[in-house]
């Protein structure tokens, strides 16, 4: 295994893994490190600093600047493609043959490249991107930003082709895989579960005294989600909803104000938010859009109590049995009502550690992936 090196080109800078996409780089960082795995790695930089710390799992760290502007906007390529790019990248690729592996579809812009056609290139999907886009279109209030997504949509939906340089292709989950078996009959396409860091379930026991909704609050998609649950569900609710995240909306901070039982926890450090994933009774998680497999759903497995998601959440990720499923306001309330005084026992515990440990463990995750890579 010492004899094993793998390129991983990252969309952003892994550290801290605090927001879903480099949540999935860094614990894979973590376990490929831990397996063996000498790792190099690339990151363009936009808004976060240079972190040491990943140089405790990489043989080496690249940084280069992501290339923002109205000139990356207006390509005919993706906006999240066009900015990733760099002709350093390029050269310290062809320092070696080693396989690379690029982490969505926005580190991709070297994929189709002539030079690397003879390398192993292993594309790591996290979402279908124009979907994903079309859906923050949909969501969208601002006029400009509304444009902006459905373009980038339109040009996601085109630069998919590119996909087909890979020689592999690892997905998140299985709607996701079904999807690009379809769009690319002949690539070899696994269905590989996402990088958390858990490496034990932490559920408490017994019972909490409010109900958690957590996420990115300035992503529109998450805005709607909080504000469906004030208004459609703990309106006539007295038990405590508490909501946490990044920098929440202005008009989300005015809408909980209005609300006594309804509390904002704006920008909660790491252990805070995981304190108050841990404490809660129960947590809700919403999502509009059934594609990948939303980390903060298995982190939250790993260390809460009950969990109410609706269907979209759940698609393809093989949760079902885990959590309590809900689509409509009524259906969550009476859901709510009820787990509420139910406490979190020791057989509900040890079923959910039976199913996490054996198809979500990091190690087992990394285990199958220096497979595909290095012995198929």
């Known amino acids: ?78 906006y999240i493609v066009e900015s990733r790019q760099s002709e350093d990248l390029l ?62 949509s339109m040009k996601l939906r085109m630069y998919q082709k590119h996909l087909k340089y890979s020689n592999k292709m690892l997905v998140l989950s299985q709607t996701d895989r079904d999807y690009l078996a379809l769009k690319f009959p002949d690539k070899d396409i696994v269905y590989l579960s996402g990088f958390h860091g858990n490496s034990e379930v932490k559920s408490l026991e017994g019972k909490g005294n409010y109900v958690l909704y957590h996420g990115n609050l300035s992503v529109s ?13 703990f309106k006539d609710l007295t038990i405590p909803f508490k909501i946490a995240g990044l ?6 901070k005015k809408l909980i104000a209005r609300h006594n039982n309804v509390e904002l926890i704006p920008n909660p450090p790491q252990a805070e938010m995981e304190e108050l994933i841990k404490n809660a009774q129960i947590n809700i998680l919403m999502t509009f859009q059934a594609t990948g497999l939303k980390l903060k759903l298995l982190n939250t497995l790993y260390n809460g109590r009950w969990v109410i998601v609706n269907s979209k959440m759940l698609a393809g990720t093989g949760l079902e049995s885990l ?27 040890l079923a959910r550690t039976e199913i996490l440990q054996k198809w979500f463990s990091d190690d087992e995750n990394a285990r199958k992936m220096i497979h595909e890579i290095f012995e198929t």
């Not at 490190?33 to 405790?56: M, N, S, T, V």
């Not at 310290?92 to 192993?120: K, Q």
């Not at 124009?130 to 373009?151: C, G, P, Q, T």
């Not at 920098?247 to 989300?252: A, D, F, V």
């Open 91 to 152: 050269k310290n690729l062809l320092d070696d043959d080693y396989p690379v592996l690029f982490e969505g579809l926005h580190s991709c812009y070297y994929i189709n490249h002539y030079i690397l056609h003879r390398r192993m290139l292993i594309y790591r999907e996290s979402n279908i991107e124009h979907d994903y886009y079309y859906n923050l279109y949909k969501s969208e209030k601002k006029i400009v930003r509304k444009a902006f997504f459905l373009m980038e």
């Open 247 to 252: 920098n929440p909306t202005e008009s989300l």
């Open 323 to 349: 959590c309590e499923i809900a689509d409509e306001a009524a259906i969550i309330k009476q859901k709510i009502t009820s787990l509420f005084n139910t406490e979190f026992d020791q057989r509900k515990l």
């Open 1 to 78: 295994m010492s004899d094993n090196h793998l390129h991983i080109i990252a969309f952003n800078i892994p550290y801290p893994a605090n927001y879903g996409g480099v949540i999935d780089v860094f614990y894979k960082l973590k376990a490929l490190h831990k397996a063996g795995i000498k790792i190099h790695l690339h990151c363009y930089q936009y808004d976060r600093p240079e972190a040491p710390e990943l140089k405790a799992y990489c043989e080496s760290v690249n940084y280069y600047p992501r290339k923002t502007g109205m000139a990356a906007q207006f390509s005919r390529k993706p």
């Open 221 to 233: 998609e998450n805005a709607i989600a909080a504000e469906f649950l004030i208004k459609e569900v």
